[in-house]
Structure formats: C-alpha cells, structure tokens
C-alpha cells in the first residue's frame, strides 16, 4: 500500500498561517512542537510533518476505512536527513508507516509504505494511467496489475500520482 | 442561539477556506468539509480555531476527530454551548 502527499510551498503561504494561535498546538504533539520550535526553518518542519501525517494517514484510511481529523494520533518520527531525502515514519495506533520525503524551495513530497523497502520500488505515473472503483478509491488501470493501488496528491501547481512497481 | 442561527455563523466562518461555491450556497448538514467544500485538510484546523473565538469554545481533541462535516461540526457546538 501507498499513500503520498504533496505541498505547494508557495500555495500554502498564501492558504496556511501556521503561526497563528493554536495553529502547531492543535496540529502536532509535544515532540513535534519541539522540532518545529528548534529547527532553523520552522516553516519547512511544519509543512514537512504535516505532509508526512497526510502520507501517512491515507494508508490509514485506505486500510483501516477510519475517517477522522487525527493530527496528533499520526506521531511523526524523523530518522535521517540528506542533501536528497528526509527519511522517517509515522506511528498510528499499532501501525507504522515508512514515510520518505523530498523537500525542495517550491514543494514537500512524501511518500508513505507500510514496508520500509518498497520505498525503493515507487513509481511516478500519469493520471490517465488511473481508473477509479465505485468507493472513488484510485487503482492503475494496466490489465495485469488492476488491483494495484494508487495515490494521487494535487496542492497548487503540483500534482504527484504514484505506485509501488512490484 | 437556534440552529439555524448557529449553522448562519458557522457558514461564515468555513466561507473563507471553501472553494467550491455551489457546494457552499446548496450548504446543508449532510455538507462534507473535505468531499463536498473541497476545504484543504490543513485548514480543518482554521476552521475549528475560528470556531472556538467566534462561539467562545474549547474543543478538545476526540471532539476535533470528528469535525469533518456541518452535522458533527454543529452537535459540537450546540454540546459545547449547552455546558457553559
């Protein structure tokens, strides 16, 4: 299973003012807060956390059919960071999700696994690729592979669609 | 305050985060924030921080849990005024 999530830096300025009142109180735990607080671009932890909580929770949703404004049951861990990749996960009740984020001026993406090795086996692929069920659920439509799950993340002028390749 | 009252100054509060107009003006209790209002999950919590000035409320988080629709959004409401 998958779950992706995109940011649109720019769009999110202009949609977000995350240091309003009770904005990072409501939104993230202590620990959370913590590292928005200490970091040097507060900016970029709020929106890379919040994008790996929504990563996250739509393998939640699509697994679990729970739906609900759960921000701060979605427990962000970050474990590594490099010039390419903040790589982490997110604890749900039980259930962990490997997430794996790109973070660049314009945009934050993260991409969210239950296994930690299918983070290698992500695929890009494009939006005519996508059939949906009846629930509005999306799968790729290729014949062989039609039970094959998809996630598709649009916020301003980005739009990400992606798959596991095997 | 009456429901309709109550549902009036609700409709103000989520007008700001909507993008989908027809959505807003056909607005009802059935209404989705996220499904029907097309409203950016990470302005859910604008919503419910305007929701706590304007009506002098503090929502806690199992009740934000549940704020994803108009109905959820104005039992909470109604619960929370009812107990001041």
Known sequence: MIGNDIIDLQQSRLESNWQRKGFIEKLFTVEEQLLIKNNEQPEIMVWLLWSMKEAAYKIYNRETKIRAFIPQKLICNIRQQNDLFVSGNVTCDKNIYHTRAIVTKNFIHTIAVINENELNNVIEIERKEVVKDSNGIPFLSSSFNWQKPVSISHHGQFEKIVCLSS | ?84
Not at chain 2, 61 to 84: C, G, H
């Open chain 2, 1 to 84: 305050m009456n429901k309709d009252e109550l549902i009036a100054k609700l409709k103000t509060i989520i007008k700001p985060y909507t993008t989908n107009t027809d959505a807003y003006d056909n607005l009802t209790e059935e209404t989705d924030f996220i499904n029907d209002l097309n409203i950016n999950s990470a302005n859910l919590v604008d919503i419910i921080l305007d929701i706590e000035e304007a009506f002098d409320i503090v929502i806690d988080n199992p009740e934000m849990e549940r704020m994803l629709d108009v109905k959820s959004a104005v039992e909470i409401i109604e619960t929370k005024l009812a107990s001041k």
